[in-house]
Every structure is written in structure tokens, then in C-alpha cells.
């Protein structure tokens, strides 16, 4: 079964920095693009980055170019957004996602419960 | 704000049929599949079409999406009280090169 468990979120202040780990399991993880997926409360869904299956191609949202940093551990079947700079706008429920690459295009086919991250002081 | 519109909100009675659209253009939607996603209250979101009209295991068949141009449309037939969720189309941006969701459409069962 695929699992996929978010943690690290909690309390920060404006300016301040936290690191989010998503821990796979149920598949090959070093064979799957990952994405950071997050929803301010009461918001929609905001994509925030994506990192290929070796961790060579990276994309971010121009809301956190600059201040995010996602990356992988293949070996520990990890994810991670490291998030520096912090403000108040990046409160938000973050999901960890799994994207499934069919022959035509990639959608993200497996989701983590969320973890929550508040800016605040 | 998100570069793909949907409705804010659609509503129908049980057993009826409601469609959602989500408008964008040739940078996203036009040039690159749909997905579509069910949130229900309180969960994380799931899949429900891919490549624009394709449905994985498990979603029953009422559920069915397609497109045209730069828009793309989800349907959902025989409407239940547990389709109740915010829906959310999604693609990738070729110009922004950056994944992107519609601005998401809540779903009320009447």
C-alpha cells in the first residue's frame, strides 16, 4: 500500500525557517517524480514544486523561487521542503504528492494527510 | 490567482448531472492534459481523471472528463450526497514551467 506521511510543520515566525519531511513507502520511491503540493486555509490548491525521480530537474512556483528548497534522499525514501524566509502567506496545509507518468502526460496520483505550517508572531 | 478559472460553485439535485468547466489557455490546458481532483471536506485530494478523460482503478465510471481547446470539462452523472467536495481541474503551464490547479469548484448535492 502506498503511504506517504508528512511532518515538521507547526509555529514559525515571519522570516523564520522550517523543514518538512514526506516518508515513503508501498513503492519504488527513487522511480517517482515528487511535488509539494500546499492549501492556505480556506484556499485552493497551490502547487509549489516538483523534483524528477534522480532529483535533477526541479521546478518551483515564483510565490517561493528563492526561499523554498525541495529535495530527496532515494536512499532513505524521503522528501523535503526546506523553507527559509517565511511569511505569514505560507501558512498553509502542505501535502506531499506522488506523480504517476503515463506515456502521455503526469498526474499526481497519491497524496499525504498534510501537514500544517502558520506564520505567525 | 490561478491562471485556471472553474465556476465557484455548482449545484444539483440527487441523481442529476452537473458539469464543470475549467477555462485556461494555449500555454496550459491547450497544449497539455487535464487532471481532475476530489477533495472531500477535511481530506487530502484524490484523482479522478487523467489525460483529460481517462478514469484510474476504483472511480466509477459516472465521473467523466473531456476537452476542447483551451478548456476542459468534468462531469458527474447520478450525482450522490457523497460527491459533496471542491473539485479541482490541473496541468502542466509550458510557459511558466509550472504545474497548475483551477481556481476549484465547490459541489453541493441539493
Known amino acids: 500500500e502506498v503511504q506517504l506521511v508528512e511532518s515538521g510543520g507547526g509555529l514559525v515566525q515571519p522570516g523564520g525557517s522550517l523543514r518538512l519531511s514526506c516518508a515513503a513507502s508501498g513503492f519504488t520511491f527513487s522511480s517517482y517524480e515528487m511535488n509539494w503540493v500546499r492549501q492556505a486555509p480556506g484556499r485552493g490548491l497551490e502547487w509549489v514544486s516538483q523534483?524528477?525521480?534522480?532529483?535533477?530537474?526541479?521546478y518551483y512556483a515564483d510565490s517561493v523561487k528563492g526561499r523554498f528548497t525541495i529535495s530527496r534522499d532515494n536512499a532513505k525514501n524521503s522528501l523535503y521542503l526546506q523553507m527559509n524566509s517565511l511569511r505569514a502567506e505560507d501558512t498553509a496545509v502542505y501535502y506531499c504528492?506522488?506523480?504517476?507518468?503515463?506515456?502521455?502526460?503526469?498526474?499526481?496520483?497519491?497524496w499525504g494527510q498534510g501537514t500544517l505550517v502558520t506564520v505567525s508572531s | 490567482q490561478s491562471v485556471l478559472t472553474q465556476p465557484p460553485s455548482v449545484s444539483a439535485a440527487p441523481g442529476q448531472k452537473v458539469t464543470i468547466s475549467c477555462s485556461g489557455s494555449?500555454?496550459?490546458?491547450?497544449?497539455?492534459?487535464v487532471s481532475w481532483y476530489q477533495q472531500l471536506p477535511g481530506t487530502a485530494p484524490k484523482v479522478l481523471i487523467y489525460d483529460n478523460n481517462k478514469r484510474p482503478s476504483g472511480i466509477p465510471d459516472r465521473f467523466s472528463g473531456s476537452k476542447s481547446g483551451t478548456s476542459a470539462t468534468l462531469g458527474i452523472t447520478g450525482l450522490q450526497t457523497g460527491d459533496e467536495a471542491d473539485y479541482y481541474c490541473g496541468t502542466w503551464n509550458s510557459s511558466l514551467t509550472t504545474y497548475v490547479f483551477g481556481t476549484g469548484t465547490k459541489v453541493t448535492v441539493l
Open positions: 504528492a506522488r506523480s504517476y507518468c503515463s506515456s502521455t502526460s503526469c498526474y499526481r496520483d497519491y
Open positions: 523534483i524528477s525521480d534522480s532529483g535533477t530537474t526541479i
Open positions: 494555449t500555454s496550459n490546458i491547450g497544449n497539455n492534459y
